[in-house]
């Protein structure tokens, strides 16, 4: 079983800016896949941002050139550095992560709320 802890959502003003981190409880090395989801009230949960185990990353049109991911396998953390923040950026940001076992299985984390007021 896979543990993933985030921190750093909070509150800012547009135009601001916000740190995302995640970490897992198992080596990040055995992790193909980590990423950032966001699900705002009425919608449905949406990728943000993904990063795999090589370093390639791929973003969602909204947040392109604002949101960058990374990831330190040596500390086992994703991050998500978003910058000029957007009233439309306000969701539950989840963190995820992929193994590719003999099954591949999806893990979540709880969930961290990020408020961007206009």
């Known amino acids: 079983q896979v543990q993933l802890v985030e921190s750093g959502g909070g509150l800012v003003q547009a135009g601001g800016s916000l740190r995302l981190s995640c970490t897992a409880s198992?080596?990040?090395?055995?992790?193909?896949?980590m990423g950032w989801y966001r699900q705002a009230p009425g919608t449905q949960r949406e990728l943000v941002a993904a990063?795999?185990?090589?370093?390639?990353?791929n973003y969602a049109d909204s947040v392109k050139g604002r949101f960058t991911i990374s990831r330190d396998n040596a500390k086992n953390t994703v991050y998500l550095q978003m910058n000029s923040l957007k009233p439309e950026d306000t969701a539950v940001y989840y963190c995820?992560?992929?193994?590719?076992?003999?099954?591949?299985?999806?893990?979540w984390g709880q969930g961290t709320q990020v408020t961007v007021s206009s």
């Open positions: 198992v080596n990040a090395f055995s992790i193909s896949v």
């Open positions: 995820n992560a992929v193994i590719h076992a003999s099954v591949t299985i999806n893990y």
């Open positions: 990063i795999r185990s090589g370093g390639s990353a």
